[in-house]
């Protein structure tokens, strides 16, 4: 018997459901009817497609289903992904009111999402995501992209999905690599604007680890209240959504710099929050909990070797950058982050330094 919760995130007209539950793809929930033409093409990759596939595939019974698998990692969030996409959508004649699928993780999610963008200037898509990265994070939230060899996620838009099913018991396949990636957004969430659900982390991590199913559970609903009360907020990141970046701006850097799939993009987060809370100056004792959490989680908290001209140059293309200034995001303290372009430069230098 499937259990199920369900999150609104609310923007009027392009309000969706997030449904967080588990049996969800063996019929738990009618994916169908947020298929609302005749034809829906069904995006995954060649790591989840065999998984899954069959599972998905007779809720969709009575439309017309194509289906692609892309090559997986982030090494091919590319454009020439996204071609494939649109390749097939043209190939097929596919309509206006076509749906897309993106089922699997976060780099599906983002590549399938930025096609449906694009495709005759925007068709409607469903997030299926099956990593925990992705249920707690990439999938909620309408950003879509690929990256650019000079700088990820550079080129992208924004476009809301039209339901995002979150089925837990994909989980159970997932790597404890990849599980403890998605723990560093989880654990974001009670860093930037929940002390008592950082609290709740400290207490359950085991659980989480062990991939106990209602601790997950929690944890996904979590974090997904928080991202959909931020982007009900903030769509298009003009202010508070870009807290949603603590520690992005040190951790893009270091993927890009480490070469794409080397660290993954939790792994590469953790060090980097560490360090944006080093950059902030909160308190000692919170700093140590910050690092002793992300350590019990599994995940880096210090940053591979990276010369301090080269951090700058990279980081100089981050998204936030305004006015030729880098902002940031950082800590008045645990569960209370701001957005800022003025910081301390020495401590920034100390921050890189100590990182090479
Ligand atoms: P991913 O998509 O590369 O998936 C990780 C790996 O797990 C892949 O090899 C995949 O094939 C495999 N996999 C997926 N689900 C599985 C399952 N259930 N069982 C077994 N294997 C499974 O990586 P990710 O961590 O999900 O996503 C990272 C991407 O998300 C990055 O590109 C990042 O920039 C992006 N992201 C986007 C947003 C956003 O708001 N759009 C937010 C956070 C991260
Ligand atoms: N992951 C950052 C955002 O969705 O805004």
């Known amino acids: 018997m499937s259990t199920q ?7 009027g007209e392009r309000s969706y459901p997030i449904i967080i539950g588990n049996g969800l793809l063996d019929g738990g929930f009618d994916i169908a009817e947020f298929v609302r033409g005749p034809d829906c093409l069904i995006v995954s990759d060649s790591n989840v497609s065999p998984l899954y596939r069959d599972r998905i595939l007779p809720n969709l019974d009575g439309k017309t289903v194509t289906t692609i698998d892309l090559a997986d990692g982030e090494s091919h969030k590319t454009v020439a992904s996204m071609q494939l996409i649109l390749d097939r959508l043209v190939a097929t004649r596919a309509a ?5 699928i993106a ?3 976060g780099v599906v999610g983002d590549i399938t999402g930025f096609a449906a963008a694009c495709y005759m200037r925007g068709v409607a898509f469903i997030q299926i995501p099956t990593t925990l990265l992705a249920q707690v994070d ?13 700088g990820k996620n550079l080129i992208g838009a924004f476009h809301q999905p039209q339901l995002v099913m979150i089925d837990t018991d994909t989980l159970l396949t997932l790597p404890d690599r ?6 560093a957004e989880v654990i974001k969430y009670g860093a930037i604007c929940d002390v008592e659900f950082f609290a709740w982390l400290e207490e359950n ?3 989480l680890l062990q991939k106990d199913a209602a601790a997950l559970a929690y944890a996904i609903q979590r974090s997904c209240e928080i991202k959909a ?6 769509e298009r990141e003009a202010g508070r959504r870009a807290i949603l970046n603590f520690g992005h701006t040190f951790g893009h850097a270091i993927e890009h710099c480490q070469g794409y799939g080397e660290w993954l993009h939790g792994e590469a987060v953790a060090a980097g929050m560490v360090m944006a809370a080093e950059l902030s100056a909160i308190d000692e004792l919170e700093l140590q909990r910050l690092r002793s959490l992300l350590n019990a989680a599994g995940l880096p908290v210090t940053a591979p070797q990276i010369d301090a001209e080269t951090w700058m140059r990279v980081m100089a293309t981050d998204k936030k ?3 030729k200034q880098l902002r940031f995001v950082l800590l008045h303290s645990l569960g209370d982050a701001y957005v800022t372009a003025s910081y301390d430069e020495q401590r920034l230098q100390a921050v890189i330094g100590a990182a090479a």
């Open 205 to 207: 991590i085991q659980a």
């Open 178 to 183: 990849e599980l403890k990636a998605g723990l």
């Open 103 to 105: 089922m699997g993780g």
């Open 321 to 323: 950058v305004a006015q």
């Open 138 to 150: 990439s999938s909620v939230g309408g950003k879509t992209g690929v990256n650019h060899e000079l």
């Open 229 to 234: 009360e931020v982007v009900a907020d903030d």
């Open 96 to 100: 206006r009111d076509t749906t897309i």
């Open 5 to 11: 919760h369900k999150i609104t995130v609310e923007l």
